[in-house]
């Protein structure tokens, strides 16, 4: 739909509404959300041309941030949004067994997602079409003429006997441009706002094997570096902030006795559009304190280590 000119958010939002029209026909889209903005501007997009014939379908794979699943299903039942809300953390988790190799689990929780909104996608009555929240770096990473760099389960990832048609108005759009438009479409500052987060969650935050006692480690560390950014009103100046699991342990002293616990990895980076981006030169105080505090409050946590690598060399995911 994006012709490669400067985008006009206003003209954008009309042009795929009408193309959106003409594609699905009185048909029902279904819409996979990921709580992240691109999917949700999708939603909205679609919403405004189909109304009651969009259904989406917001799936719990335990790999989300601390309470983010009824947080976020609630902010998009209040966005009018008709959503059906779906628990398959043990699914995912059992398809995660045993699995370290960060493509191997890309691929497990791609997968994984599919047979579960497969499954959901066949019970919707009239339902012929998919969409997508794919943007321009999900296509380009996924498919680089160097071979693929992270694969994305929204690129090429659908199962052949689902025999859907595909609706994805923003795949030609980097995260700055679906931004725009979200605003355009009257998508709050709160949640536009919100940094990037994967697809595949967590799950490619936590280094090695993904069980729910490692991930529920994640989460706590994530929670405490996510708020402490907002309270010191740091959250808004960062493009995307994460906490990480590491693969490795450390030894330390707590209480006078020798631990040997994990570490946490955070990283926080500037980008415009995703292919490059610069690391954020936190206070050092600010990052002291968050250390402090991880250590203090999250059981199975010695160490905290900041990730100073720019992109590139580094992605800005881990995995």
Not at 57 to 74: Q, S
Not at 146 to 157: A, D, E, P, Q, T
Not at 174 to 187: C, H, M, P, Q, S
């Amino acid at each position: 739909m994006y012709n490669g000119e400067k985008l006009n958010p206003a003209q954008f939002v009309a042009d795929s509404v009408r193309e959106i029209k003409a594609q699905v026909g009185g048909d029902t889209v279904i819409l996979g959300l990921s709580g992240g903005v691109d999917s949700t501007v999708t939603a909205l997009l679609i919403n405004k041309a189909i109304a009651e014939r969009l259904v989406c379908v917001f799936v719990d794979h335990g790999l989300l941030r601390k309470n983010e699943f009824e947080d976020v299903l609630e902010h998009y039942r209040g966005l009018g949004l008709n959503v059906i809300g779906v628990r398959a953390a043990d699914r995912f988790f059992a398809a995660l067994k045993g699995i370290d190799d960060p493509e191997l689990k890309r691929k497990a929780i791609g997968k994984t997602f599919i047979d579960v909104f497969a499954e959901q996608a066949r019970s919707i009555k009239d339902a012929r079409w998919l969409a997508q929240g794919t943007i321009w770096p999900d296509i380009a990473e996924s498919h680089s003429d160097k071979g693929v760099i992270k694969s994305h389960h929204n690129v090429g990832g659908l199962p052949e006997d689902l025999h859907f048609g595909l609706v994805e108005p923003l795949k030609y759009l980097y995260k700055y441009e679906v931004r725009e438009v979200g605003k355009e479409l009257g998508l709050d500052a709160h949640f536009l706002g919100r940094h990037p987060f994967p697809g595949p969650g967590l799950g490619v935050r936590c280094l090695g094997e993904c069980t729910p006692e490692r991930i529920h480690i994640l989460q706590e560390a994530d929670a405490i570096f996510i708020n402490a950014l907002r309270e010191k009103g740091l959250y808004d100046k960062i493009w995307q902030a994460a906490a990480i699991l590491l693969p490795c342990r450390s030894t330390g002293v707590k209480d006078g006795a020798r631990t040997f616990d994990n570490v946490i990895a955070l990283r926080a980076v500037n980008s415009v559009d995703a292919v490059t981006a610069e690391v954020i030169d936190l206070p050092f105080e600010f990052l002291q304190q968050v250390c402090r505090d991880i250590v203090a409050q999250v059981d199975g946590v010695g160490r905290v280590v900041y990730d100073i690598c720019p992109k590139p060399p580094a992605t800005i995911e881990w995995e």
